[in-house]
């Protein structure tokens, strides 16, 4: 079920809030959480019911474990290792990565290997590693020992499910122990409707349109096209925008209902074009991911206390994994050993250089690291290692710098001096979507990321000024334009 969709909006999320506290005034906490876990397994298994058994069994396999790990004493290391995380582990594998190692392991040795295409269950990346956080956590000592209703509330809590934002089960169980949680507070009830108001017209005004361009320069792209210097970045530029309006406006929605419920959850994003480096970057973009990163697997790994050469190699490490979280593709690995590399070259730039200063030197660091995000989101977007090597190649004139048609014909000067003339957007089917209406877009979207407040950042006069504003396009294009688009990291 999609936040954006007439059945969640109509009727799932009014009849969730009316019984959730409806449970919470007629039997206390623990009778509000069972209710809550009742309809976040009906959330999630109403697009394929049959996931709902590997959620279920995996949330009670995971409690048990914590629990086993916390009394085995001398044998938890063996507990975590050899049993749970490798469960775990093993789960997302099997369903996630084992065709692209027959596959990867079939190109390498020259076989004709059969793959199985199993289904990739829904949310699956993000309620494993959530799991694994709080194994670790049983480990360490630091487990709050929740009982069953508190830890599946604290997993299955249908606003961050399928996509986050990834939470502690630190910052979220001692909310579901508080009683506060189960009355009703209509401050905080209109903050949550105001924040996920915004962002669902960051999805359905924003996302959505700037993902028209991006599909038809891709998919162009992916159909032969070799997309001209315009072509390119319109396409890039296109998707920059709709990835980060898509997800931030998901994680937007995540919040607000999650305020709606009478739970707080993290920030998951601080208007990451803004950012001055791609350390900077990563402190602003999918915030929970990059805390996740760090405390599991940078860390662990040694972090930066083995020195320089060491910390690098971990860097590399940790967002190569992070890159094959996003999916089974090389195209992932690689934007995860780009982002990888920007992080080394970033550290070691300061490590020489120290912490430059000055108007320009603050410029030029966002300039650089927006361009190098941009064109990182190439091999994230692209459908294969062709397709984003076209892309790039484009992107740096590989294949020419035609002027669309129509920007010709409306400034006809630039017939006079013999402007190249292509076409702009392009698309396999032969289309145009209009280039001065995509670059004005952009413009637009452009002038949001970079100078706008987020919406943390807004006051609440403003919130409201924005709901307004957005309002009847939400409703027009949710309820009356009949299409409805998933989130894009659905599909990771």
Sequence with gaps: MLFNSIP????????AVALFYLAGRLGGGEAARWTLIGLSFFFYAWTLPWHLLLLVASLLINFNAGRWIEAAEGKRRWWLTAGFIALNLGLIAWFKYLDFLVGTLSAI?????????????????FFTFQQIAYLVNAYRGQSLKPTLSEYMSFVAFFPHLIAGPLVQHSD???????????????????????????????KVVLADQFGVCADTAFNGVAGGIDPTLWEAWGGILSYTLQLYFDFSGYSDMAIGLGLMFGIVMPV??????????????????HMTLSRFLRDFLYIPLGGNRKGPARRYLNLMITMLLGGLWHGAAWTFVLWGGLHGAYLVVNHAFRTVAGELKGRAVALGGWALTFVAVA???????????KSMGAILSGAFGGHGAALPGELVDKLHFLKLFGAPVGKLPLAADGTNLGFLSMWLLLVFGLALVWFAPNIQQMSEKARRWMIVASFALVVQKVFFSGAISSFLYFRF
């Design 172 to 202: 979220i169980i001692p909310q579901f122990r508080d009683p506060r949680t189960y009355r009703f507070d209509p401050d905080r009830f209109t903050t949550g409707v105001t924040i996920f108001l915004l962002g669902l017209a960051k």
């Design 8 to 15: 969640f909006l109509v009727w799932f999320l009014p009849a």
């Design 109 to 125: 040795l020259g076989l004709d290997a059969h793959l199985l295409h199993i289904a990739l269950p829904l949310a699956i990346s």
């Design 375 to 385: 064109l990182a989101w190439v091999p994230f977007r692209a459908h294969d290692l």
């Design 268 to 285: 998951n994003f601080n208007s990451p074009y803004k950012a001055g480096s791609i350390i900077d970057f990563w402190n602003r973009w």
